[in-house]
């Protein structure tokens, strides 16, 4: 695999040196090789295969062959993807929240305001029509500092309004209700499908790949949760759950706050989640490589976000992919013109 050598050195320069001595004893751990073996082992994939130190642990990589490792989508294997085929143009469609929300109004499935850009009066009338708001921060990713908001739980509108005016610029949303089969496992947040859709030449969707992910500890979101790989012809869950940093190598058989079974479980109304993302999928066709999340309500799936950055390692994990093949085979059977090895 031939590197940008620009991109390689930008790689080198942001690394962690701590973080991967930390992944190094983790890979010791699981594998029982020496650190010198795991190491030079390392440098062979990164020079072959393009995978990162993540990749290493995260994929299992001391557990494959080189044929096998060469099915692997790597981190810059991943950032070719994206370049040949998102076009980042188009990428503030994704990166903005009100934007994305007004793109794909038709398939969000809830009401929503930018506080930021709201009068005082058009706020109340949201809250006046929804009794729990929730609030994302228009800057923020990840899942991180949003929140749910109970109306009732403040005294009189100008005292929750006044807290929102503090805090953040927020996008308010309706909250959604999620399935009961999908609450069953993890009540708490709207616990969404992640959808990898990708267009081919043609502007053919394809859904390549599904996780369901559930939430832990309370959250209101899914993020920092577990991920369980879904089949695509039945819709049950064909995993254990593996926590969100996959190199932790932390699997899940139970959701730990409930006791549910994660192996087996049916995804609620499957078909029309892979439907909605393949319809969706084809609004900005510039953008050929998506991860959509998707919460099930008793009505049917909504979409909750579109990642135009598509994180490549939570569908190749280890313990979810027991074949030992990474998604290198999918990706070019659809996009046969990709020069990413």
């Not at 040949?84 to 007004?102: A, G, M, R, T």
């Not at 990708?198 to 832990?216: S, Y």
């Not at 490589?289 to 909750?304: F, N």
């Amino acid at each position: 695999m031939k590197l940008d050598p620009k991109y390689v050195l930008r790689v080198l320069r942001g690394m962690s040196y701590d973080k991967f001595s930390e992944v190094l004893d983790r890979t010791q751990k699981f594998s029982g090789m020496s650190k010198a073996a795991i190491t030079r082992d390392m440098i062979h994939c990164a020079r072959r295969f393009g995978a990162g130190y993540y990749d290493y642990v995260t994929f299992g990589f001391w557990d494959l062959t080189d044929a096998q490792r060469d099915t692997y989508l790597t981190r810059m294997r991943n950032k070719k993807l994206l370049t040949q085929l998102n076009d980042d143009s188009y990428y503030d469609v994704f990166d903005s929240k009100e934007k994305f929300n007004e793109m794909f109004r038709d398939y969000i499935g809830r009401d929503f305001i930018n506080f930021q850009n709201a009068t005082r009066e058009e706020v109340r009338a949201f809250t006046e029509k929804h009794d729990v708001l929730f609030c994302k921060p228009l800057d923020g990713s990840c899942g991180r500092g949003c929140m749910k908001k109970v109306v009732a739980d403040y005294p009189d509108f100008d005292t929750l309004y006044d807290e929102l005016e503090r805090d953040e610029s927020w996008l308010i949303e309706e909250v959604l209700e999620q399935h009961p089969d999908n609450a069953r496992v993890y009540p708490n947040a709207m616990n969404c499908c992640r959808v990898i859709t990708l267009l081919d030449a043609a502007g053919e969707p394809h859904v390549i790949f599904v996780t369901q992910k559930f939430g832990l500890d309370g959250r209101v979101v899914d993020n920092y949760g577990f991920g369980c790989r879904v089949d695509l012809e039945t819709g049950r869950i064909c995993s254990p759950g593996v926590s969100g940093d996959g190199s932790l190598g932390i699997v899940y058989e139970h959701h730990p706050m409930t006791g549910e079974k994660i192996e087996g479980h049916q995804v609620p109304m499957f078909k029309e989640v892979c439907e909605l993302a393949k319809s969706a999928a084809k609004l900005v066709p510039k953008v050929r490589y998506i991860g959509w999340d998707i919460g099930i309500t008793p009505d049917g799936p909504a979409i909750i976000e579109g990642n135009n950055y598509c994180a490549h390692d939570f569908w190749q994990l280890k313990a979810q992919t027991p074949e030992k093949t990474g998604m290198m085979p999918v990706l070019e059977s659809i996009c046969p013109e990709l020069r990413i090895r």
